[in-house]
């Protein structure tokens, strides 16, 4: 069964960092871009960033530029967003989605997501 784990989320203060793992059983993360979205409430889900399959990504959201950054590490399966600076407007659930190549900063364009990871950011 293909599966996509997200973990790492919490409750930071702002200007705290955060780092959210998403893991794949069932299949090799290595054969999909890699998507990070997010979905605060009452909003729709907005794309954040994506991987490929060497590591060249792409920004969707010019609010996350230069504070949030993907890697992965395909010998762990694994993808990583590092959250840097967070403010309280990054509160949201997080969720990774697997497609195949190209990136998109569609959600519908994906095949495979995970159940997502709360991050909230208050003082």
């Known amino acids: 069964q293909l599966q996509l784990v997200e973990s790492g989320g919490g409750l930071v203060q702002p200007g705290e960092s955060l780092r959210l793992t998403c893991a794949a059983s069932?299949?090799?993360?290595?054969?999909?871009?890699i998507g990070w979205f997010r979905q605060a409430p009452g909003k729709e889900r907005e794309g954040i960033s994506c991987?490929?399959?060497?590591?060249?990504?792409?920004n969707y959201a010019d609010s996350v530029k230069g504070r949030f950054t993907v890697a992965r590490d395909n010998a762990k399966n694994t993808v990583y967003l590092q959250m840097n600076s967070l403010k309280p407007e990054d509160t949201a659930v997080y969720y990774c989605?697997?497609?195949?190549?190209?990136?998109?900063?569609?959600?519908?364009?994906?095949?495979?997501w995970g159940q997502g990871t709360q991050v909230t950011v208050s003082s």
């Open positions: 989605a697997a497609k195949t190549y190209p990136c998109s900063g569609y959600a519908g364009s994906y095949d495979y």
């Open positions: 069932g299949f090799r993360l290595d054969y999909y871009a």
């Open positions: 991987v490929m399959r060497y590591g060249g990504s792409t």
